[in-house]
């Protein structure tokens, strides 16, 4: 599966906007990006995915470059309970594909 | 209820013992998977079955051997441990084995080796 690339850390105020990047410049044209996060003693939680179009849900909004090889999370309001690890991930339409971890980015979000 | 459940959260045993952690989803999932998270926090995939079949099985020593009774259930077996297992461990299932499907997550079983 192909690699992404991501910031270590970021910090965001409480309520206000937080754009989260990712690159994946060797992304092949059957990679979905999917994006999880794991809040403190937690299980990883899946937050939003997609494949060319930008995707909202309830949780966030993914943007994705024209040309793929990047994106970002778009979380609208940071609250508190938003400080988690999130990780961008590759994931091939391919039979079996796995599902890996990098080190995601640590989001602090001050009050 | 809760979609992915694993069981036990917590277990401290000694060097050299065997141990099972169980995995149960009620998702209704045809893949499942093993994943271990050690103290750098990075998480690793161990193994995936589909549909009761193994389909990734990455580097783990042999003394970790998975069983899928059926697709609803993976349970870990691990013999022999070493201190070095001593991580937490995520049980995830997923509608399929590829590209688009979501993944849902155990809570995790903590092991602690002493």
């Known amino acids: 599966d192909a690699k992404t690339t991501q910031p270590n850390s970021m910090e965001s105020n409480e309520e206000e906007p937080v754009h989260l990047p990712c690159n994946h410049s060797?992304?092949?044209?059957?990679?979905?990006i999917h994006w999880y996060r794991q809040l403190p003693s937690q299980g990883p939680e899946y937050v939003i995915h997609g494949l060319t179009s930008n995707v909202n849900n309830r949780m966030a909004s993914l943007a994705i470059a024209e040309d793929r090889k990047s994106s970002t999370l778009i979380l609208h309001r940071a609250t508190l309970r938003d400080a988690a690890v999130y990780y961008c991930?590759?994931?091939?339409?391919?039979?079996?594909?796995?599902?890996?971890f990098g080190k995601g980015i640590t989001l602090s979000v001050r009050p | 209820d809760t979609a992915v459940s694993q069981t036990p959260k917590y277990l401290v045993t000694q060097m050299g013992n065997d141990k099972s952690i169980k995995c149960e989803q009620n998702?209704?999932?045809?893949?499942m998977y093993w994943y271990k998270q050690d103290s750098k926090k990075f998480l690793k995939i161990m193994f995936s079955y589909n549909n009761k079949e193994l389909i990734i099985n990455e580097t783990v020593p042999n003394r970790f051997s998975p069983k899928s009774p059926d697709k609803a259930h993976l349970n870990l077996h691990i013999n022999s441990l070493e201190l070095g297992d001593s991580a937490v461990y995520f049980c995830a299932s997923t509608q399929r084995s590829w590209g688009e499907t979501e993944a849902f997550f155990g809570q995790g079983t903590r092991l602690t080796v002493v």
């Open positions: 998702l209704g999932h045809d893949t």
């Open positions: 060797t992304i092949s044209g059957t990679d979905y």
């Open positions: 991930i590759l994931r091939s339409s391919g039979a079996n594909s796995k599902l890996t």
